[in-house]
């Protein structure tokens, strides 16, 4: 059961939409099924002769008392309105439990406590089976405004307590945290238009998607003109600085033909221009990528910083805990864009449902995540997919975003939980369609069967208390052939087991040798290491690429993911 408050100006015209027909006729008996005096309160929707302004001039009879004593001005957003809607695939509630619902969310909220006979006026009108739409008029009848401090959370918390009552869907608790949904009038006029999100969704998206590749705040504004979006910035009086900021959508007016403007805090709580500056300092040198030779760096790099942020969700520090997630939040942009393939479909989805688990109401520290912030903001810049190395991020991903969802769950993060757990699925199905090709062409190039008996010695010694498991793994025969490219590179196989399986997981692995495989994929070459150290002591340090304008590889990337609008 979803409540939805908000204020207004504009009795009538909220009494017309509520007795109308609706945008689409979906409008069905618009009816009263409560009220402050059901005698006194005329209803439209059943007495064509009680019309809208009768309706109106009986709710506002203690604001136009209200307006005559402040000299002819009226209070302002006077109109207090909550829809409430059970969840898909709710029962049906009957008119009298509506009447019900609605005077305990009046009572929880302030507007209309029990037995208060100076209370509000209001009226619960149900116009469709699964809602109703609670409308007041904030004015007391002894003059005073209601108490309605944080009225939303308290409408939220009457709402789980009678989803258990009336034996509904329970839902999430929430804590202020999450972005705004976007409103009816939003989502029809998307569907006019033929879109499958609405314009405040797709800002949203575009917004976070462009704060996670750029690394100052004036490359943020240019990316997302370089886009399509306008782009609107309020400024100080007195120092001239940005103190806000709003965005608009191609081809996004209203009936006069303006652009329709949402702030960054309006988007979500973390796109306000104060949340953004704590990520993105407005400096021309800070955070550059550095545009190494080497194309293995951003996802070594990344890789590392993850396994650092998995670590700190098991510490008690949940300030920093909370910077990494909202670090994760970002990488997994960065990783959906820099990753081709059929599985971008599923990465997408997956930053996209995280970004409700990167937000709480515990504060970031966001300092200490800085390594995972710009180790993924190397990936924006990284010209091509080193192989394997992608499919090893993608899989430590795969295991951050169940460690974010064990973390939220434990600190009674309900909807933060599910955000997170839903990502884990999205990266779940994205990684096993990346790697499975993978994984079949290190099986097939397998080494010789006396190489494979030496690893399995080294194994047996380096890991006794896992090895049978390891070994019965189907993935162990891809594992030989990532062991032996390993060796290769420098590594001692026996040492990099017994270094890569202390850390953690192999207990509750279902596939022990598949984790070992992309621990042992991410381990840095052990002579291109050596060949970069005595290059920088020769003092010939290897040339860097070309660097180029922030905004044309991010905008490039973020293009494709622009042009349904």
């Given at each position: 059961?979803?409540?939805?408050?908000?204020?207004?100006?504009?009795?009538?015209?909220?009494?017309?939409?509520?007795?109308?027909?609706?945008?689409?006729?979906?409008?069905?008996?618009?009816?009263?099924?409560?009220?402050?005096?059901?005698?006194?309160?005329?209803?439209?929707?059943?007495?064509?002769?009680?019309?809208?302004?009768?309706?109106?001039?009986?709710?506002?009879?203690?604001?136009?008392?209200?307006?005559?004593?402040?000299?002819?001005?009226?209070?302002?957003?006077?109109?207090?309105?909550?829809?409430?809607?059970?969840?898909?695939?709710?029962?049906?509630?009957?008119?009298?439990?509506?009447?019900?619902?609605?005077?305990?969310?009046?009572?929880?909220?302030?507007?209309?406590?029990?037995?208060?006979?100076?209370?509000?006026?209001?009226?619960?009108?149900?116009?469709?089976?699964?809602?109703?739409?609670?409308?007041?008029?904030?004015?007391?009848?002894?003059?005073?405004?209601?108490?309605?401090?944080?009225?939303?959370?308290?409408?939220?918390?009457?709402?789980?307590?009678?989803?258990?009552?009336?034996?509904?869907?329970?839902?999430?608790?929430?804590?202020?945290?999450?972005?705004?949904?976007?409103?009816?009038?939003?989502?029809?006029?998307?569907?006019?238009?033929?879109?499958?999100?609405?314009?405040?969704?797709?800002?949203?998206?575009?917004?976070?998607?462009?704060?996670?590749?750029?690394?100052?705040?004036?490359?943020?504004?240019?990316?997302?003109?370089?886009?399509?979006?306008?782009?609107?910035?309020?400024?100080?009086?007195?120092?001239?600085?940005?103190?806000?900021?709003?965005?608009?959508?191609?081809?996004?007016?209203?009936?006069?033909?303006?652009?329709?403007?949402?702030?960054?805090?309006?988007?979500?709580?973390?796109?306000?221009?104060?949340?953004?500056?704590?990520?993105?300092?407005?400096?021309?040198?800070?955070?550059?990528?550095?545009?190494?030779?080497?194309?293995?760096?951003?996802?070594?790099?990344?890789?590392?910083?993850?396994?650092?942020?998995?670590?700190?969700?098991?510490?008690?520090?949940?300030?920093?805990?909370?910077?990494?997630?909202?670090?994760?939040?970002?990488?997994?942009?960065?990783?959906?864009?820099?990753?081709?393939?059929?599985?971008?479909?599923?990465?997408?989805?997956a930053a996209s449902a995280f970004n409700r688990a990167r937000r709480s109401a515990t504060r970031a520290d966001h300092d200490a995540a800085t390594a995972l912030r710009q180790a993924a903001k190397e990936l924006a810049y990284a010209s091509n997919e080193p192989g394997g190395l992608a499919i090893a991020l993608l899989f430590a991903a795969v295991h951050l975003a169940r460690a974010a969802a064990k973390w939220h769950e434990q600190r009674g993060h309900e909807q933060q939980a599910a955000a997170a757990d839903e990502a884990f699925h999205h990266l779940q199905a994205g990684y096993e369609q990346a790697a499975a090709p993978v994984l079949a062409d290190l099986t097939r190039r397998a080494p010789r069967a006396d190489t494979a008996r030496r690893f399995e010695?080294?194994?047996?010694?380096?890991?006794?208390?896992?090895?049978?498991?390891?070994?019965?793994?189907?993935?162990?025969?891809?594992?030989?052939?990532?062991?032996?490219?390993?060796?290769?590179?420098?590594?001692?196989?026996?040492?990099?087991?017994?270094?890569?399986?202390?850390?953690?997981?192999?207990?509750?692995?279902?596939?022990?040798?598949?984790?070992?495989?992309?621990?042992?994929?991410?381990?840095?070459?052990?002579?291109?290491?050596?060949?970069?150290?005595?290059?920088?002591?020769?003092?010939?340090?290897?040339?860097?690429?070309?660097?180029?304008?922030?905004?044309?590889?991010?905008?490039?990337?973020?293009?494709?993911?622009?042009?349904?609008?």
């Amino acid at each position: 059961m979803v409540p939805d408050v908000s204020t207004g100006s504009d009795s009538r015209g909220l009494i017309a939409y509520l007795f109308g027909p609706g945008r689409r006729d979906e409008h069905t008996n618009p009816h009263i099924v409560a009220a402050w005096d059901m005698n006194g309160a005329p209803d439209p929707g059943r007495d064509p002769a009680a019309t809208y302004s009768q309706l109106a001039k009986r709710l506002d009879h203690h604001v136009d008392l209200r307006t005559r004593e402040l000299g002819g001005k009226k209070p302002p957003q006077h109109v207090w309105h909550c829809p409430v809607r059970t969840a898909p695939g709710d029962r049906y509630l009957t008119d009298t439990e509506w009447a019900e619902v609605a005077r305990r969310v009046l009572h929880a909220t302030g507007i209309a406590p029990d037995g208060d006979e100076k209370a509000c006026r209001w009226i619960a009108v149900r116009h469709a089976d699964d809602h109703i739409h609670i409308m007041a008029t904030t004015v007391r009848a002894d003059g005073r405004r209601p108490r309605t401090h944080q009225d939303g959370r308290r409408a939220q918390v009457e709402c789980r307590r009678i989803e258990a009552e009336y034996g509904l869907r329970r839902l999430k608790s929430g804590d202020l945290t999450a972005p705004r949904t976007p409103t009816g009038a939003e989502r029809a006029k998307a569907e006019r238009q033929g879109q499958t999100v609405t314009a405040r969704q797709w800002l949203r998206e575009r917004a976070y998607a462009v704060a996670a590749a750029v690394h100052t705040e004036a490359d943020y504004f240019t990316v997302l003109q370089s886009l399509g979006i306008k782009v609107k910035t309020r400024l100080g009086p007195e120092t001239g600085d940005v103190i806000g900021y709003s965005l608009a959508a191609p081809g996004d007016t209203n009936a006069a033909g303006e652009p329709v403007w949402y702030g960054g805090s309006k988007l979500a709580p973390d796109l306000s221009i104060n949340r953004l500056r704590e990520r993105l300092p407005d400096q021309e040198t800070a955070g550059r990528p550095r545009f190494t030779a080497d194309p293995a760096e951003p996802w070594d790099h990344t890789i590392t910083a993850m396994q650092t942020a998995h670590t700190t969700l098991d510490s008690d520090d949940d300030a920093t805990a909370q910077a990494h997630l909202a670090a994760f939040g970002d990488a997994l942009y960065n990783i959906a864009s820099a990753t081709p393939g059929p599985h971008r479909t599923e990465l997408r989805a997956a930053a996209s449902a995280f970004n409700r688990a990167r937000r709480s109401a515990t504060r970031a520290d966001h300092d200490a995540a800085t390594a995972l912030r710009q180790a993924a903001k190397e990936l924006a810049y990284a010209s091509n997919e080193p192989g394997g190395l992608a499919i090893a991020l993608l899989f430590a991903a795969v295991h951050l975003a169940r460690a974010a969802a064990k973390w939220h769950e434990q600190r009674g993060h309900e909807q933060q939980a599910a955000a997170a757990d839903e990502a884990f699925h999205h990266l779940q199905a994205g990684y096993e369609q990346a790697a499975a090709p993978v994984l079949a062409d290190l099986t097939r190039r397998a080494p010789r069967a006396d190489t494979a008996r030496r690893f399995e010695q080294d194994l047996r010694a380096a890991l006794p208390d896992h090895a049978d498991r390891i070994l019965a793994d189907p993935t162990w025969t891809a594992l030989t052939t990532t062991l032996a490219h390993a060796e290769t590179a420098g590594h001692n196989p026996r040492r990099l087991l017994a270094e890569v399986g202390t850390q953690g997981e192999l207990d509750s692995a279902e596939h022990p040798a598949e984790v070992l495989n992309w621990r042992i994929t991410a381990q840095p070459n052990r002579r291109t290491q050596a060949a970069r150290s005595r290059s920088t002591t020769s003092g010939t340090p290897a040339m860097p690429a070309t660097p180029r304008h922030p905004a044309t590889p991010v905008a490039t990337r973020l293009e494709e993911r622009s042009r349904h609008r």
